[in-house]
């Protein structure tokens, strides 16, 4: 259930990533920054998988302005919160603190809800520009990251080096 989640929240920044480095791709084009050799480079792949012309793409830019310095906020303090509870899991010397431990992740599972609201506030934005087929690409390659996950899962440790 947890690699769900979290599937789902790297799904939805890789999103919002998308859109910045749709903008970086089209900007290093012209030579807004600098040789643009790696900008974007992301962004230009999801792009031509989607087929996104250039209206959505401008769309989709116009998206990602308005909730950039949101999302890079909760990013910052979910990163925050996750070194914090990292610091409480390090610290409890041959006993644990499951108060402080259960706390820490609080502050983390807090940043996350904030993060998965947004997330449906993007998607709610964006899913009406993208076509039915888009959006059919879009959820098979989510549905195939979650079978990888699940085949990871299920062979997690099965690899001969593993083994002894």
Do not use: C
């Amino acid at each position: 259930m947890k690699a769900k989640k979290y599937l789902a929240i790297g799904l939805a920044v890789l999103l919002m990533a998308g859109g910045v480095f749709v903008y970086e791709s089209q900007a290093a084009k012209t030579g807004a920054l600098g040789s643009g050799r790696f900008h974007g480079l992301i962004a230009q792949r999801i792009a031509e998988k989607l087929g996104l012309n250039e209206d959505q793409i401008a769309q989709i830019k116009k998206v990602r302005n308005e909730e950039k310095a949101y999302v890079l906020g909760r990013l910052s303090d979910l990163h925050k919160a996750r070194v914090e509870m990292r610091g409480v899991i390090q610290q409890s010397s041959g006993k644990v603190d499951e108060k402080a431990v259960r706390a820490a992740h609080a502050k983390v599972a807090a940043v996350e809800s904030d993060l998965a609201v947004e997330r449906a506030k993007v998607y709610a934005k964006i899913s009406p520009i993208l076509t039915p087929e888009q959006l059919d690409k879009v959820k098979e390659f989510q549905n195939r990251k979650d079978e990888n996950v699940d085949w990871f899962l299920k062979n997690i440790g099965s690899h001969p080096a593993l083994n002894d």
